[in-house]
């Protein structure tokens, strides 16, 4: 079998499963264009193979993604008895320790709101008030970019305060609820903000550029870098570790088990709630977005002398 025919069936069984598999599809078939059509799967040796790691001058966290890929690829080729081996190197390439993220406090998010009504970094689609809605709805809800990005109309539903997350991590789907607040500023931006899509109603996004076309994420990307930097919300240490769009969904993880802790509530039978409502599987997914800031860290010491003291609670 040909690679780009296998390349194929893998995809196919992948989205059959229900996989968000998008990215990895796009990278796949790019090595399949690249290798030629007639090439069989036996056939890519390993320097064609680093080609595949490498190419486009890559760092390494993404020949260490390309790697998986790959090596998911070949698994199933190898299964299926289409390839007699991998012509990947023997050990994955290694990966970049992620950035620490950035939370911002309740200030610097007031910074951003107060700076998309005056900020404007060039001539582009994204308006002022959409920028806006996009950094309260993240900041509110904890979503991921992608997420609020891929909404449609017919996701929301105002009247009940709900917001429904399609086609999210792992291809699972979840309701949000929704402050009355974030209620009244959504609907706001959507009778009197949004521009007019080109698309029936129902398969319309709820955010659109001036246009009325979908939101770019790198275009979203960048224009959010420049408007931390326009209101002044950096950090000292390494640019890849200075403030991103995601971070607003740390924060709001963060700032929301430290409001636990200051109201004394149960965190054991909380945090599972929390983990329903980011979309993760399990608690340790949600780990990864408590970082201990300073009044987290203030909080949690003062529930630990309370129980020390025994002055009850939980520690």
Same mark, same amino acid.
């Not at 060039?122 to 891929?150: D, F, K, N, S, W």
């Not at 977005?289 to 630990?304: C, D, H, V």
């Given at each position: ?20 598999? %998008? ?10 264009? +690249? ?6 799967? *036996?056939? #890519? ?11 486009? *001058? ?18 199933? $080729? ?9 012509? @990947?190197?023997?050990? +994955? ?19 951003? @709101? ?6 404007? &970094? ?34 929301? *539903?105002?009247? =009940? ?5 399609? %086609? ?14 974030? #209620? ?18 129902? =398969?319309?996004?709820? /955010? /659109?550029?001036? %246009? ?7 275009? #979203? ?5 420049? /408007? ?18 995601? *971070?607003?969904?740390?924060?709001? $993880? ?12 149960? /965190?054991?039978?909380? @945090?599972?709630?929390?983990? !329903? ?10 780990? #990864?977005?408590?970082?201990? !800031? ?6 949690? &010491? ?11 609670? @939980?520690?």
């Amino acid at each position: 079998m040909t690679l780009q025919e296998a390349i194929d069936q893998y995809v196919e069984c992948k989205l059959a499963l229900g996989a968000c598999f %998008d990215c990895p599809a796009r990278f796949l078939r790019r090595c399949g264009r +690249a290798a030629g059509p007639e090439i069989r799967c *036996d056939e #890519v040796t390993p320097g064609k193979a680093g080609e595949f790691l490498s190419a486009g *001058d890559c760092g390494p966290n993404t020949r260490a993604w390309r790697y998986s890929v790959l090596g998911g690829f070949y698994r199933f $080729a190898i299964g299926r008895g289409w390839a007699q081996r991998s012509p @990947l190197p023997p050990r +994955a390439p290694a990966r970049v320790p992620p950035a620490p993220p950035y939370i911002y406090t309740r200030q610097e998010v007031q910074c951003l @709101l107060d700076g998309t009504k005056t900020y404007t &970094s060039r001539v582009c689609q994204l308006e002022p008030h959409t920028l806006r809605t996009l950094i309260l709805l993240l900041y509110a809800t904890g979503l991921r970019p992608g997420e609020a990005l891929r909404l449609k109309r017919s996701d929301l *539903d105002l009247a =009940q305060g709900l917001l429904r997350v399609r %086609d999210a991590k792992g291809g699972k789907q979840r309701l949000v609820a929704l402050c009355p607040a974030l #209620v009244q500023a959504l609907r706001t931006y959507d009778r009197h903000e949004r521009p007019h899509a080109v698309d029936d109603w129902e =398969q319309e996004a709820f /955010l /659109l550029n001036r %246009d009325g076309t979908p939101l770019n994420r790198e275009t #979203v990307r960048y224009n959010f870098r420049k /408007l931390c930097q326009s209101v002044g919300i950096r950090r000292g240490d390494r640019a890849r570790g200075q403030p991103r769009l995601h *971070d607003l969904r740390h924060t709001f $993880a963060t700032d929301r088990v430290t409001a636990w802790y200051r109201e004394g509530r149960d /965190l054991r039978r909380l @945090l599972p709630t929390l983990s !329903t409502h980011l979309g993760h599987v399990s608690l340790s997914g949600t780990q #990864v977005y408590l970082s201990m !800031t300073p009044e987290l860290l203030l909080q949690a &010491s003062l529930r630990f002398e309370r129980y020390a003291q025994g002055g009850g609670g @939980l520690p």
